[in-house]
């Protein structure tokens, strides 16, 4: 259809000037260069539109905006075609084809969301708390019926992981706790070392992962050495193995951005510290990958910041694909992520980059390949599945007035695609669902 549309624009123009220095009766050739113009005018606009991609769509819906003006969202949950946005007050379930509400859940009087699992086979996790103090409850939601199975007192859930879908695993105080996620029933507990305290925890079916950080003894040695290792434990509790993570320090930041894989984003307090993406061989924890945050052709600039959107189940513009690490990227001195790069998890070689026409502003994993959704201006917007061997565009959808801002939460259904944003009071609105291409 390009090669049409500039066929007929070339030929329109040759039509007219031969009109015009061909002889003959002045009306004959007016009507031959109104011919030609007429020619010229659709082809040219056809050609113009290819040049500008496909056609854009618009949302087709969006969620009413937040009340009162200064409610966030802390986490989002998605299962099939109900997205969940989770509110420290409340939670928010919405059809991803219709924007429906499916159904409504209120926190318990006097209490907030201060802990959030993920959402396994239609059932998650979430801790209560009266801020400023700690989570003080336990509970599970059934997110296919917006209906609380369970809730318990006593548990001090920092964070909470699904291994599977049968059980949960919480940070509870200084132990890991699992329960029956159906019916809370205790299943088993893992202490950390003496002496060491956990930072941060994941989990899959397969194993449950988690940072340990272990001061020094040592009081002649300088304040804020230690070693952080990672450890690995069965579904049943029972420990797999421990790995140094080789910080010298204490973590600045510590995250662990996938099971299988297991993979860590860690950052060391103090300057020149480690600060990179590590991986690991899931098996024995034998160390794969170290990928610097900082090289010299690119900064990951999603990972620099701890403070991520969604801060209970933060979403950054990064993700685990298989054996490779996807993320959103700056040339040094640039502010604005307009690069995808991809690493391998297995020796750290950059597999693939990729520049896009705009602002990276989600990287989400998806069984076929990345997405990256990517603020153009002016209203336009754009999503990519990438091909994950080579970067390449496979799908793409173009949007008009989605208003993407910070770093959205991007989930896709069979024929859709749902933002949901931290902030849905001012320029944004808390959800909204776009046609797939």
Avoid at 81 to 90: G, K, L, P
Avoid at 213 to 223: F, M
Avoid at 359 to 376: C, F, H, N, S
């Amino acid at each position: 259809m390009l090669a049409t549309g500039f066929v007929g624009t070339v030929a329109a123009i040759v039509l007219l000037t031969a009109a015009f220095l061909s002889e003959g009766p002045k009306k004959g050739r007016l009507i031959a260069a109104v011919l030609c113009c007429a020619l010229a005018v659709p082809g040219s606009a056809l050609a113009f539109g290819r040049l500008q991609g496909p056609p854009s769509v618009r949302p087709a819906w969006s969620a009413p905006a937040d009340q009162p003006a200064q409610t966030v969202a802390v986490a989002v949950w998605q299962d099939g075609e109900t997205v969940v946005r989770v509110r420290a007050d409340r939670f928010d379930a919405y059809r991803a084809r219709t924007g429906e509400s499916a159904w409504t859940l209120d926190a318990p009087p006097r209490k907030s969301v201060c802990a959030v699992s993920p959402a396994v086979d239609g059932l998650a996790a979430v801790g209560y708390g009266s801020a400023p103090a700690p989570c003080d409850q336990l509970a599970a939601v059934d997110l296919r019926t917006g209906r609380e199975l369970w809730r318990k007192d006593g548990v001090r859930p920092s964070a909470i992981e699904l291994v599977g879908p049968a059980t949960l695993v919480a940070l509870d105080g200084e132990q890991l706790a699992a329960f029956g996620l159906r019916d809370g029933a205790p299943a088993w507990t893992a202490a950390p070392t003496a002496g060491c305290g956990f930072r941060a925890l994941s989990a899959s079916a397969a194993r449950v992962v988690a940072v340990e950080y272990c001061a020094t003894a040592d009081p002649a040695t300088a304040t804020g050495t230690g070693t952080t290792w990672l450890r690995a434990f069965a579904p049943t509790g029972a420990a797999q193995w421990r790995t140094n993570l080789g910080a010298e320090n204490e973590p600045a930041t510590a995250a662990v951005l996938a099971v299988d894989p297991p993979t860590v984003r860690l950052t060391e307090r103090g300057n020149r510290g480690l600060d990179a993406v590590l991986s690991f061989a899931a098996a024995d924890g034998a160390p794969r990958a170290t990928i610097p945050v900082s090289s010299a052709d690119y900064e990951l600039t999603s990972l620099q910041k701890p403070s991520a959107s969604f801060r209970l189940r933060p979403v950054r513009p990064v993700a685990v694909v298989g054996d490779l690490l996807v993320a959103a990227a700056a040339r040094p001195g640039e502010l604005k992520s307009t690069f995808v790069v991809a690493h391998s998890l297995t020796d750290g070689s950059r597999a693939w980059v990729r520049k896009v026409d705009g602002q990276v502003r989600a990287v989400t994993a998806a069984p076929d390949g990345p997405l990256v959704a990517v603020e153009r201006g002016r209203n336009l917007d754009v999503v990519h599945r990438l091909a994950g061997a080579d970067g390449r565009t496979v799908e793409r959808t173009d949007l008009r007035k989605a208003s993407l801002y910070g770093t959205p939460w991007l989930g896709r259904t069979d024929d859709r695609y749902v933002f949901v944003q931290e902030n849905g009071t001012t320029y944004t609105r808390p959800a909204l669902g776009v046609p797939r291409h």
